[in-house]
């Protein structure tokens, strides 16, 4: 913590990938914030020109499945909304649990569970989906989301318990 505290005090400069960042910095003396998004692959994206649900209606969540991005909340609303296709995309400690939450609940044959999938076919393929469902309480806003929003696609997400809503996205998803 020392050194932390040190180089924050001294840098010039420092630059955080999320607004929600910036008081920390400040808070450990930083005398320049600046806050620097992550980059997206706007080359490879397709935007959304159709927004006529699928038959069936498909939605797609992205990300790491883990505390902080546990997307076990999804299934449990999938599961109340008949027809409603879902693919995860992501990998980490939770992605067996979820296959197994799946077939508990009657969603199995409704869900597709991918462990990755590279971002420029991602960034192409994101138009295809009706919507983009983010779990996220690390706070900031997920490279996903932008991505998501940048080609249109509708987003839903929960209130994040930094921040109320997501930054960059407050007034574009719900």
Do not use: W
Not at 24 to 44: F, K, L, M
Request: with cysteine.
């Amino acid at each position: 913590i020392g050194i932390e505290n040190e180089s924050l005090r001294n840098a010039d400069v420092v630059v955080c990938a999320y607004r929600f960042l910036e008081s920390y910095a400040v808070s450990h003396g930083t005398r320049d914030v600046r806050v620097i998004y992550n980059v997206i692959n706007t080359d490879q994206m397709a935007v959304k020109d159709d927004y006529a649900l699928h038959s069936p209606p498909t939605a797609v969540v992205v990300g790491r499945q883990y505390l902080k991005k546990d997307p076990r909340p999804v299934l449990h609303a999938v599961s109340k909304i008949p027809e409603l296709h879902c693919v995860l995309i992501g990998d980490g400690p939770y992605h067996e649990e979820l296959k197994r939450l799946a077939d508990e609940l009657g969603i199995a044959e409704r869900c597709e569970f991918m462990r990755s999938v590279a971002n420029e076919v991602l960034c192409r393929t994101l138009k295809d989906y009706d919507i983009l469902i983010s779990v996220n309480d690390v706070g900031g806003v997920s490279k996903v989301d932008l991505e998501a929003a940048h080609v249109g696609l509708p987003v839903i997400t929960n209130a994040h318990h930094i921040e109320r809503q997501p930054e960059v996205l407050e007034e574009n998803c719900l």
